[in-house]
């Protein structure tokens, strides 16, 4: 069974920065490319970055520059780099398959941008 455990979020300053973890399980993780999402109060659940399996990256306009999205297939993991992070970056943040068929949501992790 698939899992995804997402980590690393908090309250953060504007301008700071935060480093986003996502341990997967139960599958051969090295074979899927990963995206990770975010779900702001009253809004609807928006990819912001992917990443393929051999490493290329695509980011939404919104983040591009700021986020960098990497993996490590050794650890099963995919993190999340946030730099100068902004008011309306605020959300819950979750990592899943970029693609129609998810796999289970994990718990997600929260990240406030607030002075």
């Known amino acids: 069974q698939v899992q995804l455990v997402e980590s690393g979020g908090g309250l953060v300053q504007p301008g700071g920065s935060l480093r986003l973890s996502c341990a997967a399980s139960?599958?051969?993780?090295?074979?899927?490319?990963m995206g990770w999402y975010r779900q702001a109060p009253g809004k609807q659940r928006e990819l912001v970055a992917t990443i393929t399996n051999v490493g290329s990256t695509v980011y939404a306009g919104s983040v591009k520059g700021r986020f960098t999205i990497s993996r490590d297939n050794a650890k099963n993991t995919v993190y999340l780099q946030m730099n100068n992070l902004k008011a309306e970056d605020t959300a819950v943040y979750y990592c899943n398959r970029p693609i129609s068929t998810k796999w289970p949501w994990g718990q997600g992790t929260q990240v406030t941008v607030s002075s």
């Open positions: 139960g599958m051969i993780f090295s074979d899927y490319a």
